[in-house]
């Protein structure tokens, strides 16, 4: 069992920048795919970046590229999103995975919100 703990959510005008967090207990992630998914309101959940443990290497959903930027600290067991250049269109709740491909996880967090304002 992994269990997965985000924080970082919040309210920030559209141009600023959150750093969003993940804590993993259970399991170490380096030897887990970790991602970041979003829903944003009356949608479904949508990928948004992967960190791979196997090859080390990231993906990111279009719509973030260049704007996102998924990292992890094994030492700590923690994966972080850094959110840059924020749109409205960003809102959602933010959710953390482990074990993940870019569509699904197995194991999730609890989801953080994260709001853009206009």
């Known amino acids: 069992q992994v269990q997965l703990i985000e924080s970082g959510g919040g309210l920030v005008q559209a141009g600023g920048s959150l750093r969003l967090s993940c804590a993993a207990s259970?399991?170490?992630?380096?030897?887990?795919?970790m991602g970041w998914f979003r829903q944003p309101p009356g949608q479904e959940r949508q990928f948004v970046a992967i960190?791979?443990?196997?090859?080390?290497?990231?993906d990111y959903a279009d719509s973030v590229k260049g704007r996102f930027t998924i990292s992890r600290d094994n030492a700590k067991n923690t994966v972080y999103l850094q959110m840059n250049s924020l749109s409205p269109e960003d809102t959602a709740v933010y959710y953390c995975?482990?074990?993940?491909?870019?569509?699904?996880?197995?194991?999730w967090g609890q989801g953080t919100q994260v709001t853009v304002s206009s």
């Open positions: 259970g399991r170490a992630l380096r030897w887990l795919s």
């Open positions: 995975g482990a074990g993940c491909s870019n569509s699904q996880c197995d194991y």
């Open positions: 960190s791979r443990w196997r090859t080390g290497s990231t």
